[in-house]
């Protein structure tokens, strides 16, 4: 794993659990038990380095899950002191390492920057995040003139995705783009 790779976010250490050299890990994967497996290599960046400083590897030497929650044992790690300082260090993947899904399915960072237009070729704006609350993500669009808007992740509105050209198209039912250019108005 090298620092020119496009990395992912899988991770994030939240403290140290025990005296060990243990520690909680809010997982920001959907694959945890793949992740978070003994042998895995991550790539841990500390909290002091911030979202873009160097990164470290890391191996997982074993693993426990509490409530759905790993509790990861880094090799090299074997005492509270020494797990203390990795508080709050960010673990990340190289992006090529990641599975392939099913056709239609996208990892949602992929969706973070495309433009979105709807069928007719109107520019709607570009996708800053996706919420995921209910049924369908939500894909936060924003023009820099107008108040966000909230398209739901469906493929009866999104008819089109894709990532590698940067582009989605939408055909939004009746009402949708209006509700939300009311809503911050």
Partial sequence: MTE?????????VAKPHGL???VFINSETDFPDERFAPGAQLLMRSAAAGETGPTQPVTVDAVRFHNGRPIVRFMGVSSVEQA???????????AKSRAPLPE????????????VETVAGEAVGRV??????????????????????????AEAICVRI?????????DPPEGLLDV?????A
Wanted: proline share 8%; charged share 25%; glycine share 10%.
């Fill in 162 to 170: 894709d990532p590698s050209a940067r582009r989605i198209v939408i």
């Fill in 128 to 153: 800053t995040r996706i919420d995921n609350f209910g049924s369908a993500p939500l894909l936060a669009v924003t023009d820099g003139r107008h108040p966000e808007l909230l398209v739901p992740l």
């Fill in 104 to 115: 239609g399915q996208f990892y949602h960072d992929a969706l973070i920057g495309c433009d």
């Fill in 180 to 184: 939300n250019l009311t809503r911050g």
């Fill in 84 to 94: 203390e300082p990795l508080a709050r260090a960010t673990l990340w993947v190289p």
């Fill in 4 to 12: 020119d790779d496009d990395l992912v976010l899988v991770g994030r």
């Fill in 20 to 22: 060990r050299g243990d």
